[in-house]
């Protein structure tokens, strides 16, 4: 009864550490569009949903283009600094997550090996609010920021 007990004990322990050292960065954020200052002609990402996928992060975007046409794209890949292709995003085609920290991490957005947009995902840490400041080059060459503020759901 006791190797029971103490088997058992030790599995709880490991669920809990598993579940504590999860990325914050992991689950559904909503956009906070009242608290959002998106760049003029920007595609609004409305939802984003970060889900473990084996060993890697598989990154889901939904949302509207800036013609209100619904859009949607998907990236699988680990937050290394590499870049891992996107799907679905007429914009880009690679994308590339760092690890700054527990709660922030870099991204990197490229089209055609050219870097297009770069930014940084920061979790709050009570865990219920995701900001992404993002800067872009618009069509004519120009750097647009943008602010996107997500609460998660």
Request: aromatic share 6%.
């Amino acid at each position: 009864m006791k190797v029971r007990t103490i088997g058992l004990t030790v599995a709880l322990c490991l669920v809990a550490v598993g579940v504590c050292s999860a990325s914050p960065q992991m689950g559904t954020w909503k956009l906070n569009e009242a608290k959002s200052k998106l760049a003029p002609g920007a595609n609004k990402n409305t939802t984003v949903v970060y889900a473990a996928a084996g060993d890697d992060v598989k990154v889901t975007v939904d949302g509207v283009t800036s013609d209100g046409k619904p859009a949607h794209n998907e990236w699988t890949g680990k937050f290394d600094g590499k870049f891992y292709p996107v799907t679905g995003d007429p914009n880009t085609d690679a994308r590339s997550y760092k690890v700054i920290d527990s709660h922030t991490l870099a991204l990197t957005t490229q089209k055609a090996g050219k870097v297009v947009a770069t930014g940084h995902i920061v979790v709050s840490h009570d865990g219920k609010t995701r900001t992404v400041t993002t800067t872009a080059v618009d069509a004519k060459g120009a750097a647009v920021k943008s602010l996107g503020v997500y609460d998660k759901q």
